[in-house]
């Protein structure tokens, strides 16, 4: 099975064709329905019906009346009473989300943005270190300083970038792209990771103790994608 | 045509061909390509190799099968790692479509390494809520999860023997193919509950962690198959991952090339119309 659909996905870089249709309709069914089968089995049952049921917990019926006026809003003349379960979920999301994400993400990078150019040696002399490797070298947080404020200069509007301005500006449309690139080389490498799962896989079921299947199916695939290449070729014209 | 433009427009179909031949070839036939060990991926390694015999360590599973090539292979490693040392490994997950798949990967490795479900390990599962779910365990692991994946009540469990909520785990990866994740156990789990954090991820969610490594929140980070290969290197137990670093390298390199002759091509070209506009 895993096998057969991998080939019916592959079969699109030949171009579109139903084998991979059949695939990725198969594929977002099964997604859908298994997230809603665990999420049936998960919370209706055993975070709702059985601990009320079997433990007498009717407490939990106040949270399962909150949610429950999320459906409300498939009724029109009722739908209004969503709203509370949305200020609820809005209210407690932000309350939860907002303080936390400002001390990990705002304070805490802050911190180490703003490091010390020099560092105390022992014996009370400053020094200069120069090592790459390290992140709190102070080579290392020059190249932070410069790109951080180039890059928050470059997004700065308000002035006009010429002269030295631009100078800044460029530097940090400099460090953007070399972000940009970093991420994009990330990118590439993890959807090859992938391909190579996907042909580790089927190097796997090539072999004679499974009976060969990526051998009989990548046969039956081209075999289908050829039948399809011309059956269509064959038919008149779209007239649409 | 030029033969510059020729290759410009050339049937991207021909490029699949040539990537797929770079990624078939050294899977089939593998140099051995060495491999250096990042000090982001030591980091985790180093932290679970120097853990104290019976301590608790927090595996969340954060990704589906979507991710499983790059997140499979970091997770049998962790797991042979945490279960070699005799860590009490406590496994959960946030993706309710990876339930089953991390279920699966688990039971797999805690059966190839002789351990115990209920006295070695344990999976909880996945409970609805996201990153409430880390708040929730922050305070009640047992209120987050009354029992395990298996149905079994997490109370009374000998690997969870003093394990209240997250206050009283040692040490805590996620591997996470996106949100919620590391950033999400970290801004709900560690910065509130002070327990430490390491992270593993798929290739493209890898630098936006960065800045969460340089500044010391997360102790280290194994990014993608590059990262799952370097820690099979260092347990010493080579397995997908490290058999498909050639592959990895030989695709770069295809796309290295392909990138430097569309450059190439696309200067000559430009070169060609710039004479031809100065002839005329």
């Given at each position: 099975m895993a096998t057969g659909l991998t080939l019916c996905i592959l079969s699109f870089l030949y171009k579109d064709n139903p084998l991979f249709k059949l695939a990725e309709h198969l594929y977002v069914g099964v997604s859908v329905g298994y997230t809603i089968v665990k999420a049936y089995d998960t919370v209706?049952?055993?975070?709702i019906f059985k601990p009320i049921v079997e433990n007498g917990e009717w407490v939990l019926l106040v949270p399962v009346t909150i949610g429950s006026?999320?459906?409300?809003?498939?009724v029109p003349k009722a739908s209004w009473l969503s709203r509370y379960a949305f200020a609820f979920i809005v209210g407690v999301g932000s309350g939860l989300a907002i303080p936390r994400t400002i001390s990990s993400f705002i304070l805490k990078q802050i911190e180490d943005t703003v490091r010390p150019l020099l560092m105390l040696a022992p014996g009370g002399d400053v020094t200069f270190t120069w090592d790459?490797?390290?992140?709190?070298s102070s080579l290392n947080v020059i190249i932070i300083l410069i790109g951080v404020t180039s890059v928050l200069f470059y997004f700065f509007?308000?002035?006009?970038?010429?002269g030295p301005g631009r100078v800044v500006a460029r530097t940090g449309v400099m460090f953007l792209m070399i972000s940009f690139g970093a991420a994009f080389g990330y990118t590439v490498m993890a959807r090859m990771s992938l391909l190579i799962g996907r042909l580790t896989d089927l190097i796997e079921f090539s072999d004679a103790s499974y009976g060969r299947p990526t051998v009989w199916l990548a046969l039956v695939t081209i075999g289908t994608l050829i039948f399809l290449s011309r059956r269509t070729q064959g038919e008149p014209p779209d007239q649409h | 045509m030029s033969f510059a433009e020729r290759m410009l427009k050339i049937d991207r179909r021909i490029i699949f061909v040539v990537i797929g031949l770079c990624t078939l070839l050294p899977l089939l036939y593998p140099v051995g390509l060495p491999i250096k060990i990042s000090s982001e991926v030591r980091g985790v390694y180093d932290y679970i190799e120097q853990m104290p015999e019976r301590s608790v360590f927090l595996l969340s599973i954060d990704f589906d099968p979507a991710s499983k090539p790059e997140l499979y292979p970091q997770a049998v490693a962790i797991l042979r790692h945490a279960f070699r040392k005799n860590l009490r490994v406590v496994t959960m997950t946030l993706w309710v479509s990876g339930t089953g798949m991390a279920d699966q990967l688990v039971t797999q490795v805690a059966q190839e390494m002789g351990k115990e479900r209920g006295k070695d390990y344990t999976f909880l599962g996945w409970s609805p809520g996201g990153t409430a779910v880390i708040i929730n365990l922050g305070q009640d692991l047992y209120n987050t999860f009354p029992s395990d994946y298996a149905g079994?009540?997490?109370?009374?469990q000998p690997v969870l023997d003093?394990?209240?909520?997250?206050?009283?785990?040692?040490y805590a990866v996620s591997l996470a193919a996106g949100n919620p994740g590391v950033e999400a156990w970290y801004v709900f789990g560690k910065d509130k509950y002070k327990f430490e954090l390491g992270g593993g991820c798929t290739g493209v969610i890898a630098p936006g962690l960065y800045p969460l490594l340089r500044s010391g929140q997360i102790n280290g980070l194994i990014g993608g198959l590059r990262g799952a290969a370097e820690y099979e290197i260092l347990i010493g137990q080579k397995g997908r991952a490290v058999a498909g670093m050639d592959a990895q390298s030989a695709t770069h390199l295809a796309i290295i090339v392909l990138v430097a002759l569309c450059n190439i091509f696309y200067f000559s070209m430009r070169r060609q119309a710039r004479r031809q506009g100065e002839r005329s």
């Open positions: 209706l049952v055993h975070l006026l999320m459906l409300t809003r498939y790459l490797h390290n992140p709190a509007f308000s002035v006009e970038h010429t | 079994k009540t997490t109370k009374g003093g394990v209240q909520s997250l206050r009283d785990v040692s």
